[in-house]
């Protein structure tokens, strides 16, 4: 019971594994104590297990809830989607809907293939019981079990059938969305998750996505779609923001490729500071994709809300990569050749149009919003996605009188703030997949691209720097998420730090300092717990009522009996005081004298009874009293 109330104080994260193992530990202990007391006094407390069985059953009905099965198609045309739709499609793919549909806004044709899809291609190949199997052997803590976790489970997804309904349903709607188009087209499968694209729970890069995708191999990769669901960032940013796995279904939007010229992420308000009145729009020649996973330098455009509408600051980068479609499937990084490389991905007017748009999809929602875009070589402005965008206020530095001398500590200066605030610790190196398993907890998390796949470290890291990447990226999304300061788009920065430096990281102030600078302390806030009020907590919550809630507190009230007892606790409470009793008891109602309580005998008046456990007396004592020597 006291580690439960550990968990809920929201100081440690905990997954349905914890939730369960200790809701067992306490129910085995509990059982063995009314075992206990009925061998104590038999037949005397047969109500006991009849009100243990009774708060069982109340927690099962908490742990092993579903929500009622509904009828729900396999596919659903883009053309028929809203955002009410959201439990059968995920909030991604039903904000597609209602941009394309109510906003009547350009948003590429297509459908989405359902969470009732999912559950049934998960369904018939017995998936479920397996994939519980492997988390059951896991310890989920472990980074290095999850990495096997995660190998195993997207194999077996990945060598799993699809239904021959769901195979006809998924085939038919791409023909349908060829005939319309008039040509062969190819289409991006993209995740919609159930829960994926919400207000404080982004999911941003997480799950997995392919583009410029053929009819041959549709169902493959709708397989790989799915299996992305258990990819190493999924599962740790699920465990880490207590999210049930069972309840996250991934739908799948397929929708009609865009071969941009430019594209990128726009955000109606600052990410950092609600009261800027400014559109701030992140833009890369190419497909959006180079700028929402951070591997490249990107455009930043600055416009002003007010009308007219007119761009108030541009920063251009060397842009010398860019991805692009093949021609037959696929997406390829090519090379950004020229002037081009030095040019505006934009233009001042497809700047102002854009932020229109952005003010427009803000005022319908009613809150600010990251909206993903597309321009085609044909002038159209393609929405490609939005949500709600994760805003965090700047910390207030205290300023205090050695504050001059932070400019002598500086190593670096520069950067964009991806996720604001100031913190220390030593520098870590992270390059390739197998530096997760080796990241020391508190360490500052140095890379040259800000990409997803490091999201996972998020948990242990200090602060987050890198070469590549802006505020407008899957990995800025996710450390505004978890309130890590992050400073993206450094220039040369990993290799100017050394691998054990002591640094202090100030997103704020986009700079980077040698050793822990006391002077850039911030107003002191309790950690986020990103526990509180999710679908984990809740239920903990919710099972620790009938567990650690103490309603018998005096036994000689006439509800201190079996049939008073309504948790777990109360269960306890009643044997302890009836064991003790029972135990004091037992001369009297069995023919055991050297077992029973004796009378303490001694000088002064006072009454107390000696209970012999094992070896308490010098010598054995037959009758009522036991002399003290």
Partial sequence: MADIEKLLDGSRLFGMSHVKANRTAVSVNVYKMIKNLEVLAPGKYRDLSLRFNDIQEQIDKIL??????????????????NRDMSDIIGSKMANIGEMKNRLNLTVPA????????????????DLQSEIDRIFQTT????????YTLSAKIRQTIIKSSVPEDLKTAIEESYEKLERNAGKKIRIALRSSAIGEDTAGSSFAGLYHSELNVSSDNILEVYKNVIAGKYSLPAITYRFERGFRDEDVHMSVGCMEMVDAVAGGVMYSRSPVDMSDDFIFINSAWGLPKSVVDGSVDCDLFVVSRNAPMSLVHKDIKIKNKKFMCFPQEGICRMEVTGDLQTQPSLSPEQACAL?????????????????????????????LQCRPLQIVETSKRIILPDL????ETVIVKGGVTASPGVASGKVFHVDKAVDILRFP???????RQALPSWAPLLGRASAVITEQGGFAGHLANVAREFGVPALFGVPMVYDKLK?????????NGLSIHTGKIESLAVDPEKARNLMKDSPVYDILKEISRHIITLNLLDPDSRDFKPSGCKTLHDITRFIHEKSVQEMFNFGKEHNFAERSGK????DVPMQWWVLNLDDGFREEVDGKYVNFD
Avoid: H, R
């Avoid at 919003?369 to 044909?378: G, S």
């Fill in 64 to 81: 092993l809830f579903k929500k009622p099965e509904t009828d729900e198609p396999l596919v659903i045309p883009l053309d028929s989607v």
């Fill in 110 to 125: 297509g459908f989405v293939i359902t969470s009732a899809a999912y559950k049934k291609f998960i369904s018939f190949n």
């Fill in 139 to 146: 310890d989920t803590e472990d980074i290095e079990q999850l």
């Fill in 355 to 383: 932020a229109g748009l952005a003010v427009k999809i803000e005022k319908y929602y009613g809150l600010p919003q990251d909206i993903e875009w597309a321009i085609t070589d044909d002038g159209f402005y393609y929405m």
């Fill in 404 to 407: 001059k001398k932070k400019d």
């Fill in 441 to 447: 907890e508190g360490s500052v998390l140095v890379a």
């Fill in 499 to 507: 691998d054990d430096d002591l640094i202090t990281v100030d997103a």
């Fill in 599 to 602: 009378q303490l005998v001694y």
